[in-house]
């Protein structure tokens, strides 16, 4: 009777065995990322206008991305800035003044896979007034403003 017990046990454990071992998982399976396709970007100057083609003056400019298959972005804006982004859309200020022309260089990625492209905008930034004074007020400028410098006086 223990002869035939012991027959049975081997029996179930190799049929275990057999049954795992054939039955075709593979844990170790390969993940492929597919190649972003179809960048484009789009950058909207606010203010742009027939007449004023780089802006109202003030340096923003609204980004939309899109790609398909991308996980995120990265931007290079043409001043030595870099943004990396998982969002399709965002604003940039940019503050050098007078009409500056920017070339963007932009990569879409999935993991290792990307795709880039290159694009020029002008960006018109106009000075911007830090303080003034009308003097539009009759009697002496506003003492709380102005003082008076009467000069180095002689010994």
């Keep these: 009777m223990k002869i035939y017990y012991s027959k049975i046990s081997l029996f179930i454990v190799l049929n275990c065995f057999l049954l795992f071992a054939c039955s075709g998982s593979n844990s170790e ?14 950058p909207t100057i606010v203010g742009a206008t027939t007449q004023t083609p780089n802006g109202d003056g003030s340096g923003v400019v609204n980004f939309a991305l899109s790609a398909t298959n991308a996980t995120k972005y990265k931007i290079v804006l043409g001043n030595g800035e870099t943004k990396e982004i998982t969002n399709v859309s965002f604003t940039y200020t940019y503050t050098t003044s007078g009409f500056n022309t920017y070339v963007l260089y932009v990569s879409a990625y999935n993991t290792d896979q990307f795709v880039s492209t290159t694009l020029s905008i002008i960006v018109l930034v106009q000075p911007k007034l830090v303080w003034s004074d009308e003097f539009n007020t009759d009697g002496a400028p506003d003492s709380s403003k102005w003082g008076y410098d009467l000069g180095a006086v002689p010994l």
């Design 29 to 42: 399976e390969t993940v492929v990322y597919i190649k972003p396709t179809n960048l484009v970007v789009t």
